[in-house]
């Protein structure tokens, strides 16, 4: 793989901001170089850009370097970059699966790239050489992910390795929901596959949605186009300093999964005794998909009961599905008794 060849010549040519922090990081007494105000103690000061601590305790969890990390806002902030640093508007193209999670296309449009969508099979699974076969000179991207969303099975690894070796450009692979999958992550496959991006996020298992930190994994060169294209300070201090004290929890976050994990298998159960559910597709994520028939009405009178799933009855391959977020205890109890009193 020819990194340069890939990387859009502006992004490759252009020179990244360099903020005062940049260009001054050690110890000083006073700090008068990022017209800061001085009186708001904690809070007044620019963040580390790179987040250095931060990835130094993620690089040890996840027993990877951290200059093969990038930390943004949700893991929707590498997906957009990723498009913004190897694609050129109305000129190259992204290959991806369909069904899969929305804001890869939704990138793509926005940045005016090409989207080519690649039908699972019946299995929601993947074939190589169908994937393969819609890329062209102009394809800079494959975009995998596994788990899929909405699907929540593992994509077939022997497959993404075929993909990874045929293929000259990037591939993404996003495993927001690995932690609950059954299968490793592809992080120890980094140094095998030069051209793999891997996507990770502590919005799943970890429980941190709405403190906004995503993880892209990847060579050191592939991680600095990430900084250079990046807004400056991407990731606030509150969401630093939080997740520096959240990643050593990693007892809870373990039981955590396992709770989610046994209400998987509650919700399974259960779902499987409802007349009107005719199948719940295999997962290793944390919702199932179910097929019910009449999605738009089972959902329509869940929601009218207070009872809110996704309706995926529009979604490719998934006519007839809702995809149903593993909850508390209390939540998938509440939701089996609603489905079980429904009048269908
Ligand atoms: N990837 C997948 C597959 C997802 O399902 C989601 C969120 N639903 C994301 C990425 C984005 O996660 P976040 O921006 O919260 O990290």
Same mark, same amino acid.
């Given at each position: 793989m020819n990194l340069q060849q890939l990387v859009r010549k502006n992004v490759w040519d252009m020179k990244a901001y360099s903020s005062a922090r940049d260009e001054f990081k050690g110890e000083a007494s006073v700090?008068?170089?990022?017209?800061? %105000? *001085?009186?708001?103690?904690?809070?007044?000061?620019?963040?580390? *850009?790179? $987040?250095?601590?931060?990835?130094? !305790?993620?690089?040890? /969890?996840?027993?990877?370097?951290?200059? !093969?990390?990038?930390? &943004?806002n949700g893991s929707d902030e590498p997906i957009?970059?990723?498009?913004?640093?190897?694609?050129?508007?109305?000129?190259?193209? /992204?290959?991806? /699966?369909? *069904?899969?999670? &929305?804001?890869? $296309?939704?990138?793509?449009?926005?940045?005016?790239?090409?989207?080519?969508?690649?039908?699972? %099979?019946?299995?929601?699974?993947?074939?190589? $050489?169908?994937?393969?076969?819609?890329?062209?000179?102009?394809?800079?991207?494959?975009?995998?992910?596994?788990?899929?969303?909405p699907t929540g099975n593992l994509l077939n690894r022997k497959e993404i390795e075929k993909i990874l070796n045929a293929f000259d450009g990037i591939v993404i692979v996003d495993e927001a929901y690995i932690d609950f999958a059954s299968e490793t992550t592809w992080l120890n496959d980094l140094d095998k596959h030069p051209n793999l991006v891997v996507l990770q996020t502590f919005s799943k298992a970890w429980g941190l949605a709405a403190v906004r930190l995503g993880m892209a994994f990847a060579s050191p060169e592939i991680i600095n186009l990430f900084n250079k294209v990046k807004y400056p300070y991407n990731v606030n201090i509150l969401t630093q300093n939080f997740v520096s004290e959240e990643?050593?929890?990693?007892?809870?976050?373990?039981?955590?999964?396992? /709770?989610?994990? !046994? &209400?998987?298998?509650?919700? !399974? %159960?259960?779902?499987?005794?409802?007349?009107?559910?005719?199948?719940?597709?295999?997962?290793?994520?944390?919702?199932?998909?179910?097929?019910?028939?009449?999605?738009n009405g089972i959902y329509k009178k869940l929601a009218d009961k207070g009872v809110i799933v996704r309706n995926r009855n529009s979604v490719s391959l998934c006519a007839g599905c809702l995809r149903i977020t593993v909850g508390t205890d209390e939540e998938n109890k509440t939701l089996i008794k609603t489905l079980s009193s429904l009048d269908i």
């Open positions: 700090f008068l170089d990022a017209n800061e %105000n *001085p009186l708001n103690d904690k809070y007044n000061r620019y963040p580390d *850009p790179l $987040q250095w601590k931060l990835k130094e !305790k993620i690089a040890r /969890i996840k027993d990877i370097k951290a200059e !093969k990390i990038f930390l &943004g957009d970059l990723v498009i913004r640093i190897f694609c050129d508007p109305r000129m190259d193209n /992204i290959v991806a /699966i369909d *069904p899969t999670y &929305g804001m890869y $296309q939704v990138c793509a449009n926005v940045n005016d790239i090409e989207y080519r969508k690649v039908l699972l %099979n019946e299995n929601f699974d993947i074939d190589a $050489q169908k994937i393969l076969e819609r890329t062209d000179d102009k394809t800079k991207l494959i975009f995998l992910c596994s788990p899929n969303n990643v050593e929890k990693l007892e809870l976050r373990r039981q955590w999964i396992d /709770i989610l994990l !046994k &209400g998987r298998e509650y919700l !399974k %159960n259960e779902l499987a005794k409802l007349p009107f559910v005719e199948r719940i597709y295999p997962t290793d994520a944390n919702f199932l998909l179910v097929k019910v028939g009449d999605a």
